[in-house]
């Protein structure tokens, strides 16, 4: 019988990005309602779907090979695992996620030794009393089932709560003290399977695609023709990847350049290569970029 490696696809708000994100790096996960096993197109893997707040603990376990979930959970779960790829995506932007420490405007909270014998409410309880602990601070750490801005000052007098942007925050009148934990999505192995020759290689294969793809959403290929003549001169326009591939014409006196450049830097390089000389300019979409 085949060997099988099971990967554990976060269900909740990084489920859709997670699937997009595997579907760029080549592999196609079909989720069907209702279900929580994911088809997915390499008959050598298996996949579940459980909470990204619950993957570390079920992959520590061994019920899970590998599993993605943010760097917060793992931390919250004080989890045994092998933190295997940093895979810098989420359901909004692509900045870290933060837990962050957050009173009211007013509050004379102005610091994380201001909160010793206070009351916090928050999700993440285990990683905010090790904060705390890590701080000499004691303080007593309620769970919030949700709505935890509005706990404040009432109710608690200050919140751990999630944040991208920072904005729900401010509208709600908070003000941010400390960062508890700063998390981005991470593909995770057990550490039995990760001794495991065929399965850690095969964990090594999908994480070196999950970084290509998401390496290459913020870059584009490009393709001109340059006269020799004018070869230097477009050239040092060129902030490539590594250096450009040139190859020879039909035409002598014509060379193909081809080069990886960034997305960001595309609109105003363009211009400068049709007036350094290239001509039949071509920006092209990458599906991954491989180091």
Request: aromatic share 6%; hydrophobic share 45%; glycine share 6%.
């Amino acid at each position: 019988m085949s060997q099988k490696l099971k990967l554990g696809i976060p269900k909740g708000s990084l489920q859709e990005s997670t699937v997009e994100l595997f579907r760029k790096a080549g592999y196609a996960v079909s989720i069907r309602d209702r279900s929580y096993a994911p088809a997915i197109d390499d008959p050598e893997i298996e996949c579940l779907m459980f909470r990204a707040q619950e993957m570390a603990r079920y992959v520590e376990r061994g019920i899970m090979d590998a599993g993605l979930t943010g760097k917060d959970w793992i931390v919250e779960n004080n989890a045994d695992v092998v933190e295997v790829a940093d895979l810098v995506y989420s359901k909004a932007t692509t900045k870290p996620f933060r837990w962050v420490l957050a009173v009211p405007e007013d509050s004379p909270i102005k610091s994380v030794k201001d909160l010793e014998g206070k009351r916090i409410a928050t999700e993440l309880v285990g990683a905010t009393q090790r904060y705390l602990a890590k701080h000499g601070v004691t303080a007593e750490v309620e769970y919030s089932w949700g709505a935890t801005e509005i706990k404040v000052p009432h109710l608690v007098d200050a919140i751990v709560d999630g944040t991208e942007t920072g904005s729900s925050l401010r509208a709600h009148k908070l003000r941010i003290v400390d960062t508890v934990v700063e998390s981005v999505t991470k593909l995770i192995a057990n550490k039995a399977s990760w001794e495991d020759p065929w399965k850690r290689q095969k964990i090594e294969i999908i994480a070196m695609l999950l970084r290509g793809a998401l390496q290459a959403e913020a870059k584009v290929g490009l393709k001109l023709n340059v006269p020799k003549a004018k070869l230097e001169e477009v050239t040092r326009q060129l902030p490539a990847l590594h250096t450009p591939t040139i190859a020879n014409q039909l035409d002598a006196e014509w060379l193909a350049v081809e080069v990886v450049v960034d997305k960001a830097t595309v609109r105003d390089l363009i211009p400068k290569l049709k007036l350094a000389g290239a001509e039949g300019i071509i920006e092209y979409p990458l599906n991954k970029v491989i180091y």
